[in-house]
Each structure stands twice: as C-alpha cells, then as structure tokens.
C-alpha cells in the first residue's frame, strides 16, 4: 500500500489555488437564451432538470404548462469548495468565500416566431445582510456584555433579528452556462 506525505502534496495544492484565484482569466459570457424546434420540448425539459441537479440546485417549482422551472436558493461556493460550480471564476469564487451570497435559477420554455420554442435562463443572485451584531466570542452565545449578570443559564444571544437577502443582480456567467450546457452546445 503506498504512502503519501501530506507535506509534499500541500505546496502544490496551496500554489495551485493562489495561482486560480490570483491569474485565472475572468470566465466568458455566454448567451443564455436559445431557440429550438417543438418536437424537442420533452427532451430538453429533462435536460434542464437534469442539469441542475448537476449543479446542486434543488427544483422548488416545475409547471410544464406554464412552461417553468424554478430552483430554490442555493449558497454560493467559496474557494475551498472548488467541487461546487456555481461560483464561476476567481472572484466570484473569493465574494462567496467573504460574503454570503446565495443564486436561483430560474428557466423558462416560451413560445417564439415560425413555430420554434425559446430557452430562456435567469440565475438571481443575492448577498445577505445580517443585522445587528452577532456574538462572536468565547461565550458570547450565553452571556450578553451589555446586561448585568443574570442567572438566567437558559437564554441565548445570537442577531438581534433575521437576516435580510439584497439583490445584487443577475449572474450572466452562471446564465449562460446553464443554457449551452442545457442544449449541448460547446463551450467558447
């Protein structure tokens, strides 16, 4: 059975991530919006849930009638989690490793001109916003600094109140992805 030394695979491992997040060319945008004959609908409908269970999105609403599927939010991946591919690029990658962001796709099959149908891709992105400070020391979850000392052992303090989602905004390289990985066409 071989035997490898953590050592000698932690220097490539942390050089390759620097040079990543520090000389990766900016992803491309692609077009997320594409047409294609009916007697395809059923197959590129699977193929559009497919995908985005690829992508770790779960479905939250799928109407084949309206022509629609629609994703739950889904966290954005930071750096350490180079698996995930929703972040795409060095600073996305970096934005969801210092922020918490979070995306929802959103996909749409409409009737378009002579007879065709068109594809249509929309991925919302949100960053949070956590009101209030948040106890971020030893302790802090069960004793507050600004009260006097309670012998009330059962009462926590987290936020002052529920986080809010910001809109930031459509990400147009997650977009365009989807939909070439969608309909197969080749990467750019």
């Not at 030893?138 to 507050?144: C, D, I, L, M, Q």
Request: glycine share 8%.
């Amino acid at each position: 059975m071989p035997h490898f030394r953590t050592e000698s695979l932690r220097a490539p491992l942390i050089s390759g991530l620097l040079v990543c997040i520090l000389g990766c060319p900016p992803p491309t945008v692609r077009p997320s919006m594409f047409t294609f004959s009916r007697d395809q609908r059923d197959l590129v409908w699977e193929k559009s849930v497919a995908v985005l269970h690829q992508r770790h999105f779960q479905i939250a609403r799928e109407s084949k009638l309206e022509g629609i599927i629609e994703s739950e939010f889904r966290a954005g991946s930071g750096v350490l989690e180079p698996w995930n591919s929703d972040s795409r690029g060095a600073s996305q990658r970096l934005e969801s490793t210092l922020q918490s962001v979070r995306r929802r796709a959103t996909i749409s099959i409409k009737p378009a001109e002579n007879g065709m149908l068109r594809l249509s891709v929309r991925v919302e992105k949100e960053i949070e916003d956590v009101p209030g400070e948040v106890a971020r020391f030893e302790g802090g979850a069960t004793f507050s600094e600004s009260a006097p000392l309670n012998r009330d052992l059962t009462r926590t303090v987290g936020q002052s109140g529920s986080s809010v989602w910001i809109p930031a905004g459509r990400d147009l390289v997650l977009e365009g992805e989807l939909a070439s990985q969608i309909l197969g066409k080749p990467p750019l």
